[in-house]
């Protein structure tokens, strides 16, 4: 099951605008917070791409005795540089924080911090391997997703760009799920099934809602 169609709001220039942004805020915050530093650079510093940095990122987080690290960036990685649309995405997930979200006031703290954006793109990931016929290989990334940040996207699930997932505790997307371009969501939302057994079960949520 195909992913909703991209928006052209984005493009390779605003993602590299974004990367410029969360740079600079990095290389600000690394001198203002020492004990900081070591992990600022690791993190974002010390990679030149937006793409290997959120790699790193994720693949530390989701880190398990099942799948290293190592494993799961050359997985993520290998999704986001087939699918250049999962980049885009991601960018435009972390720009909805920043401007929906009163509390966060750069781009660099959803990308480290709001788990909301983590699961996400890390369903990003799910979802690309799901439609490259990887299904069991996606559904232990939901599991571990699950695990990791309390959050429950199963990966045919269709999401699109812009999305804020507040908080983000317990949320439930389920198989046949539609989420359209800019939604909002709060902590605790479930996207459950009708109750029919097959086909066509799972809530449609539209543009803007």
Same mark, same amino acid.
């Not at 109750?195 to 539209?206: E, F, L, N």
């Given at each position: 099951?195909?992913?909703?169609? $991209?928006?052209?709001?984005s493009?390779?220039? $605003?993602?590299?605008?974004i &990367? ?5 805020? /990095? ?11 070591s992990?600022?650079?690791a993190?974002?510093?010390n990679?030149?791409?937006? $793409?290997? /940095? +959120? ?18 960036? @050359? ?8 699918? *250049? ?10 720009? /909805?924080?920043?401007?929906?979200? *009163? ?16 699961a ?7 979802? &690309? ?27 045919? /699930? ?12 317990? +949320?439930?997307?389920? $198989?046949t799920? +539609?989420i @359209?371009d ?5 902590? @605790? +939302? ?12 799972? *809530? ?6």
């Amino acid at each position: 099951m195909a992913a909703p169609p $991209e928006s052209p709001k984005s493009s390779a220039t $605003e993602s590299g605008c974004i &990367w410029t942004s969360i740079r600079k805020t /990095a290389q600000q915050r690394a001198a203002c917070e020492p004990m900081l530093a070591s992990f600022l650079h690791a993190t974002i510093l010390n990679h030149d791409r937006f $793409e290997d /940095a +959120v790699s790193y990122h994720l693949a530390a987080k989701l880190d398990s005795n099942t799948l290293c690290a190592m494993q799961l960036r @050359e997985v993520i990685l290998h999704a986001m540089d087939s699918d *250049p649309g999962i980049g885009r995405a991601v960018c435009d997930d972390i720009r /909805a924080v920043q401007e929906r979200d *009163p509390a966060i006031n750069c781009c660099l703290v959803p990308l480290l911090y709001v788990k909301g954006v983590h699961a996400l793109t890390s369903y990003r990931v799910a979802h &690309w391997l799901w439609n490259q016929d990887r299904q069991f290989l996606a559904l232990h990334l939901q599991n571990r997703i699950s695990e990791v940040f309390a959050v429950d996207i199963h990966p045919a /699930a269709r999401i699109g760009r812009g999305i804020l997932m507040d908080h983000a505790t317990s +949320v439930v997307v389920g $198989e046949t799920a +539609v989420i @359209e371009d800019d939604v909002s969501l709060l902590h @605790e +939302v479930t996207l459950g099934g009708t109750g029919k057994a097959t086909g066509d079960r799972h *809530p449609k949520v539209r543009r803007g809602v």
